[in-house]
């Protein structure tokens, strides 16, 4: 599968643990008003900057920690995670300006698809359907939100971290 060990993986991994970590800090601060649902910051990093046997990887792992909390089906989750995954990662090479408003608009586009598949399949437990629309359009606004705030920092930082260390994650090419 692997024809050398793609040390990207081992740091996507830490990055999205870390990311992992601080996003369940913060909806643990502030869940009785609002939950953040932030995929995108762990799929569009692999995605853009990985090959695809190892963005698979990546991905497959932070949808299996990430859907451990929540009462969804891990492998649905994995399966809608994968297909963002997979999209991005074909078009990879048409977002790689890494520019604020790219970051920005790719990270709200697959944060949207993630976020539709889970309003789906969540379980309404909501005595009524007003208050659950209303519950999950302010998750939804509040976690758009934070992700403007903080799309561009973590496309960024995978990069700066491995140009720290001399490898240049910008030119891959994409062996299968």
Do not use: H
């Amino acid at each position: 599968m692997f024809k050398r060990f793609d040390i990207c993986i081992v740091l996507f991994l830490v990055l999205n643990a870390c990311y992992w970590f601080i996003l369940n800090a913060l909806n643990s601060a502030v869940s009785p008003y609002v939950y953040f649902l932030l995929p995108a910051i762990f799929i569009v990093p692999a995605a853009m900057f990985m090959n695809f046997s190892s963005m698979v990887v990546v991905c497959a792992i932070s949808a299996c920690a990430t859907a451990s909390a929540m009462p969804i089906n891990m492998f649905a989750v994995c399966a809608v995670w994968l297909a963002a995954g997979f999209a991005i990662n074909a078009w990879r090479f048409k977002f790689r300006a890494l520019d604020i408003f790219s970051s920005i608009t790719v990270m709200q586009f697959v944060n949207m698809f993630v976020f539709a598949f889970y309003v789906l399949l969540l379980p309404v437990s909501a005595e009524n359907y007003v208050e659950y629309i209303k519950r999950v359009a302010c998750d939804f606004a509040f976690s758009g939100l934070l992700l403007c705030l903080c799309a561009n920092f973590c496309l960024s930082l995978p990069v700066c971290i491995m140009s720290f260390f001399g490898v240049d994650i910008m030119s891959t090419e994409d062996v299968l």
